[in-house]
């Protein structure tokens, strides 16, 4: 798949996340907590990367705010400009402060000693344009989470963290031809399934 082809693709899912209404966005949350909060997966998992949702991705927060009930450690990504265009993942905290970062989404002001290495995290949920059922993400083009999970090419058998894909039904595509750099997904979750591949 060329850029544009990718470029066109991500213009078109991205409009039909946005198209969801409200409501649909609120049955889609719902419905993610209930695919995920009993799956083993999340079960065992003490250390969690979450996102917070915008334009119009699904929405994990039902999911985080059960994941800090059951006291587990909640991380959200941080982009910081130095070194350039790099994603930290920083612990959330009772009285957390935030900032709206330059892409105009909300994040924690960042805070180095509330940040962890990514390798560290058992379970990462990552938003996404478009996926298919072979583990393929298509996301919004920063490479953001593709550098920061870079270091799984090192090792053939990498035991953590499970990175999984959250989405609604509608971003499913047929096949993505991966690009060289991307990170291929251990899973996808959407409202209506799990997906598990590897």
């Not at 198209?19 to 799956?39: G, M």
């Not at 059951?70 to 935030?98: D, E, S």
């Not at 990175?163 to 509608?170: E, I, P, R, S, V």
Request: charged content about 20%; aromatic content about 10%; proline content about 6%.
């Amino acid at each position: 798949m060329n850029g544009s082809h990718r470029s066109a693709l991500r213009r078109q899912l991205r409009t039909a996340r946005r198209a969801l209404s409200p409501q649909q966005q609120h049955k889609a949350s719902q419905q993610l907590w209930r695919q995920l909060a009993q799956h083993p997966l999340f079960r065992r998992s003490r250390h969690i990367a979450f996102y917070l949702a915008n334009d119009g991705e699904i929405d994990p927060a039902i999911l985080m705010e059960h994941a800090r009930r059951l006291g587990k450690q909640c991380y959200l990504p941080v982009i910081t400009g130095w070194p350039a265009n790099r994603m930290h993942f920083q612990r959330l905290t009772a009285q957390q402060q935030w900032i709206t970062n330059r892409f105009g989404i909300r994040e924690p002001l960042v805070d180095p000693r509330l940040q962890t290495r990514p390798w560290r995290l058992d379970l990462v949920l990552m938003p996404l344009v478009g996926f298919d059922e072979f583990g393929n993400r298509l996301g919004m083009g920063g490479g953001f989470y593709d550098r920061t999970f870079a270091f799984r090419r090192l090792r053939k058998h990498w035991t953590g963290p499970q990175l999984l894909g959250l989405a609604h039904h509608c971003q499913k595509v047929a096949q993505l031809p991966a690009a060289a750099w991307d990170i291929p997904l251990d899973g996808i979750v959407s409202d209506q399934q799990i997906i598990l591949v590897k």
